[in-house]
């Protein structure tokens, strides 16, 4: 009964069972964080019109890694029908889930959200910075390599290899 079990509802779903997919949204709201986890990163995979008010409430789970993963799986999901609820996660006071928000509004490639991830390139966390410059890029814009620039000389490692990870998210010949 922990998360094994949604992946493997998921694997029935697959098979055509689609009544499982009424326990993996009723997963989302159990007392275990691990198993509303697996359970919101599986409806944000399965892409079901049903799952999106599921995972969008979920970003406002009490417990920052559920609300992590519900802004992934909104990423996952890939509709602009989880702007708004993106837009509740890039305000979370936990940088995890700003982090992944930002991310996830560049998954969905709508330019006009562009004017909410420019304000994370001055987030307090490095590694928000760095998420805000991925989801940046995937929506074309080159204006956060100074940003990047700056990042990509941190003493620190960790902010290093995120920036250089959010770069890789695109194939501009400035970025290379």
């Known amino acids: 009964e922990g998360p094994e079990s949604i992946f493997a509802l998921a694997g029935l779903f697959k098979l055509g069972r689609t009544d ?3 326990d993996i ?3 989302a709201t159990l007392p275990n964080p691990e198993v509303r986890m697996a359970a ?3 409806l944000g995979k399965l892409r ?3 799952s999106l008010s599921t995972l969008s409430q979920a970003v406002y789970d009490p417990e920052p890694s559920v609300r992590a993963f519900a802004a992934g799986a909104l990423g996952d999901y890939g509709s602009s029908e989880g702007v708004a609820a993106l837009t509740h996660a890039i305000s979370d006071d936990h940088p995890r889930v700003r982090g992944i928000a930002a991310v ?3 998954r969905l490639g709508i330019r ?4 909410l991830l420019q304000p994370l ?4 966390v490095e590694q928000v910075r760095a998420s805000a410059i991925e989801g940046l890029l995937r929506l074309g814009e080159a204006t956060p390599l100074f940003v990047a ?6 003493p620190d490692p960790s902010v290093r290899g995120a920036t250089a990870q959010a770069l890789s998210a695109t194939s501009n010949p400035k970025v290379l």
């Open 121 to 124: 390139l001055r987030d307090p």
């Open 104 to 106: 996830s509004l560049g």
């Open 149 to 154: 620039a700056d990042l990509l000389r941190h």
């Open 40 to 42: 919101i990163g599986t």
């Open 20 to 22: 499982v997919l009424i």
């Open 48 to 50: 079901r019109p049903s």
């Open 112 to 115: 006009d959200t562009r004017s």
């Open 25 to 27: 949204t009723n997963a």
